[in-house]
């Protein structure tokens, strides 16, 4: 039988929910159990893959190509979980679903209300992650306890809960207990608070897991046990970690959070496997080289904006014992000058949507192109370079992408010819999984160590096929293609260090066990890059 978690969490938001959650998840895996996550978004968004990431941070996608929440990255990296369209449900999917199953008729002349019909919706999208050989599904609600539209969630967690039966649903709420400097103590006041909004609606929290900054003392842990209703050793400390959030699975397993949550499942305590985990901590911890990168682009003042880049360029350092150094630089401030990326060992030129900043990527290109400093290009990035190379060695000077000018008379990047003249921002995306043929030789072949792979895509604009013998006469190697042949995949300089452009995006197949080559690569050059 399955069993479930909830993870709620109280006071602030950015606590690290999507962080506990998957060193959890990694932490039971290593117990040998079968684990499969979701995660529950409140706003009204059917998913983000419309919003802005300085709204919601940076957008993943799963290899169904499902338009997901970034906290999914994190189960699928920590925990090795497989996540896809059963993994992320917005309110507004929730209530589109709701609707239109009314539209059909078939609530047969019901009136449909919050209860039952969509907290029944949301029980029915969190029995969907319990397939066949899955042990523990576990559930992450966003939002803050309190917050109006997470209600109909936690309603339904309230029912789901009671309808499983004891020992089959457990809830950990993950909240906050602040250091006052001013008075030199911890307060434990807006935790009891969280907790009694949870009671309020008839949810009383199994486990307690309290974020801090430091050490909680053990008068701390009673009265957050007395007040809040949760045994005291359900009190779980979880303090600010030192160096990295790899060490989070670390710290709760020294709690003894993983053994505690699977007697409140009552499931046999098997022996855990944690020697991998703690082989690549001590790389973590112990780098024996320092470089580093630029990470060219729009959304610089958010780094969750990339923050599946951030974590493959870490999965590189571990895999080459290096501390990885990546600084967000704003495009539009290297459109006239480029020359501060000569402090950079490497340059990664990322993906995203609109024109501005575009022509300080194309700059960054070209200095990173004609310096010979390494260089990698994703989705838009890639788009970025035909276009660069198109410019300055093909000599079209206007050419450019139809996304940010229509008229231009060298469409070097445009819309497949099944898409021209469709509006929809979504509707014609390449989204998920498909396959690449990497050419015989080439750079990309050599890096993947394969001829046949399958990445993630996010896109809807492509290399213009009609451009293709132009671009590769003038040394534009094409470095893969699906298989048919007919899109451009990947491009690349022969004669450079390090210059890879890919359509697809590698960050969301990155893991810490098992680091993206395209990553490696980069840190690779850019540390012979740093010897000269």
């Given at each position: 039988?399955t069993?479930f978690?909830f993870?709620?969490g109280?006071v602030?938001?950015?606590?690290?929910k999507?962080?506990?959650?998957?060193?959890?998840?990694?932490?039971l895996?290593?117990?040998?159990?079968?684990?499969?996550?979701?995660?529950?978004?409140?706003?009204?968004?059917?998913?983000?893959?419309?919003?802005?990431p300085?709204?919601?941070?940076?957008v993943?996608?799963?290899d169904?190509?499902?338009?997901?929440?970034?906290?999914?990255?994190?189960?699928?990296?920590?925990?090795?979980?497989?996540?896809d369209?059963?993994?992320?449900?917005?309110?507004?999917?929730?209530?589109?679903?709701?609707?239109?199953r009314?539209?059909?008729?078939?609530y047969l002349?019901?009136?449909?209300q919050?209860?039952?019909?969509?907290?029944?919706?949301?029980?029915?999208?969190?029995?969907?992650?319990?397939k066949?050989?899955?042990?523990?599904?576990?559930?992450?609600?966003?939002?803050?306890?309190?917050?109006?539209?997470?209600?109909?969630?936690?309603?339904?967690v309230?029912?789901?809960?009671n309808?499983?039966g004891?020992?089959n649903?457990?809830?950990?709420?993950?909240?906050?207990?602040?250091?006052?400097?001013?008075v030199?103590e911890?307060?434990?006041?807006?935790?009891?608070?969280s907790?009694?909004?949870?009671?309020?609606?008839?949810i009383?929290?199994?486990?307690l897991?309290?974020?801090?900054?430091?050490?909680?003392?053990d008068?701390?842990?009673?009265?957050?046990?007395?007040?809040?209703n949760v045994?005291?050793?359900?009190v779980?400390?979880?303090?600010?970690?030192?160096?990295?959030?790899y060490?989070v699975?670390?710290?709760l397993?020294d709690?003894g959070?993983?053994?505690?949550?699977?007697?409140?499942?009552?499931?046999?305590?098997?022996?855990?496997h944690?020697?991998?985990?703690?082989?690549?901590?001590?790389?973590?911890?112990?780098?024996?080289?320092t470089?580093?990168?630029?990470?060219?682009?729009k959304?610089?003042?958010?780094?969750?904006?990339?923050?599946?880049i951030?974590?493959?360029?870490?999965?590189?350092?571990?895999?080459?014992?290096?501390?990885?150094?990546?600084?967000?630089?704003?495009a539009?401030?290297?459109?006239?000058d480029?020359?501060?990326?000569?402090?950079?060992?490497g340059?990664l030129?990322?993906?995203?949507?609109?024109?501005?900043?575009?022509?300080?990527?194309?700059a960054?290109?070209?200095?990173?192109?004609?310096?010979?400093?390494p260089?990698?290009?994703?989705?838009?990035?890639l788009?970025?370079?035909v276009?660069?190379?198109?410019?300055?060695?093909?000599?079209?000077?206007d050419?450019?992408?139809?996304?940010f000018?229509?008229?231009t008379?060298h469409?070097?990047i445009?819309?497949?010819?099944?898409?021209?003249?469709?509006s929809?921002?979504g509707?014609?995306m390449?989204?998920?999984a498909?396959?690449?043929r990497l050419?015989?030789?080439s750079r990309?072949?050599?890096?993947?160590g394969e001829?046949?792979?399958?990445?993630?895509?996010?896109?809807r604009f492509?290399?213009?096929?009609?451009?293709r013998?132009?671009?590769?006469?003038?040394?534009?190697?094409?470095?893969?293609?699906?298989?048919?042949d007919t899109l451009?995949?990947?491009?690349?300089?022969p004669?450079h260090?390090f210059?890879?452009?890919?359509?697809?995006?590698?960050?969301?197949?990155?893991?810490?066990f098992?680091?993206?080559p395209?990553?490696?690569?980069?840190?690779?050059?850019?540390?012979k890059?740093?010897?000269?």
């Amino acid at each position: 039988m399955t069993k479930f978690i909830f993870i709620t969490g109280g006071v602030v938001s950015g606590l690290g929910k999507g962080i506990t959650s998957a060193s959890l998840a990694y932490l039971l895996k290593s117990h040998g159990y079968n684990i499969a996550m979701q995660k529950f978004d409140p706003y009204l968004n059917v998913d983000p893959g419309t919003m802005s990431p300085y709204q919601h941070g940076e957008v993943y996608v799963t290899d169904d190509g499902t338009e997901t929440d970034l906290d999914l990255g994190h189960y699928e990296r920590f925990a090795g979980v497989r996540c896809d369209r059963h993994s992320n449900y917005t309110s507004g999917k929730i209530y589109s679903s709701v609707i239109a199953r009314e539209r059909e008729g078939a609530y047969l002349g019901a009136t449909v209300q919050m209860i039952p019909h969509i907290t029944d919706e949301i029980k029915q999208a969190i029995r969907s992650a319990a397939k066949p050989g899955i042990d523990i599904v576990m559930t992450e609600i966003g939002g803050t306890a309190g917050d109006i539209e997470s209600l109909p969630f936690l309603e339904a967690v309230r029912q789901f809960k009671n309808e499983a039966g004891l020992g089959n649903a457990i809830v950990i709420h993950l909240t906050l207990v602040p250091y006052i400097k001013s008075v030199g103590e911890m307060k434990t006041k807006p935790s009891q608070q969280s907790v009694s909004i949870l009671h309020n609606i008839g949810i009383f929290p199994d486990m307690l897991v309290c974020r801090t900054e430091m050490a909680m003392a053990d008068e701390q842990r009673r009265k957050l046990s007395l007040f809040c209703n949760v045994p005291d050793e359900m009190v779980i400390e979880e303090c600010d970690v030192q160096h990295s959030i790899y060490e989070v699975p670390q710290e709760l397993a020294d709690r003894g959070m993983d053994v505690k949550v699977l007697e409140l499942l009552r499931l046999p305590l098997t022996e855990s496997h944690l020697d991998d985990w703690h082989e690549l901590l001590d790389r973590v911890l112990h780098p024996e080289k320092t470089c580093r990168i630029a990470l060219v682009g729009k959304y610089a003042g958010l780094r969750d904006a990339y923050k599946s880049i951030f974590e493959s360029f870490a999965h590189a350092g571990i895999a080459l014992r290096t501390k990885v150094i990546c600084d967000m630089v704003e495009a539009e401030e290297l459109e006239n000058d480029c020359s501060r990326l000569d402090s950079y060992d490497g340059v990664l030129v990322p993906g995203g949507f609109g024109a501005r900043g575009i022509e300080g990527k194309v700059a960054t290109l070209q200095y990173a192109r004609e310096k010979g400093i390494p260089c990698l290009g994703i989705c838009l990035g890639l788009q970025c370079m035909v276009i660069e190379y198109a410019r300055h060695v093909l000599g079209y000077k206007d050419a450019n992408s139809t996304e940010f000018d229509e008229k231009t008379s060298h469409p070097v990047i445009d819309l497949m010819p099944d898409q021209r003249g469709v509006s929809s921002k979504g509707g014609t995306m390449r989204l998920g999984a498909y396959p690449c043929r990497l050419v015989d030789g080439s750079r990309a072949a050599e890096l993947y160590g394969e001829k046949d792979i399958s990445e993630r895509h996010r896109h809807r604009f492509e290399f213009n096929n009609d451009y293709r013998k132009q671009l590769i006469s003038a040394g534009l190697q094409i470095g893969g293609t699906s298989p048919d042949d007919t899109l451009v995949e990947m491009v690349e300089l022969p004669n450079h260090p390090f210059y890879v452009g890919c359509q697809f995006h590698p960050e969301f197949k990155s893991r810490p066990f098992s680091p993206h080559p395209l990553f490696v690569g980069l840190v690779q050059a850019a540390l012979k890059h740093q010897e000269k």
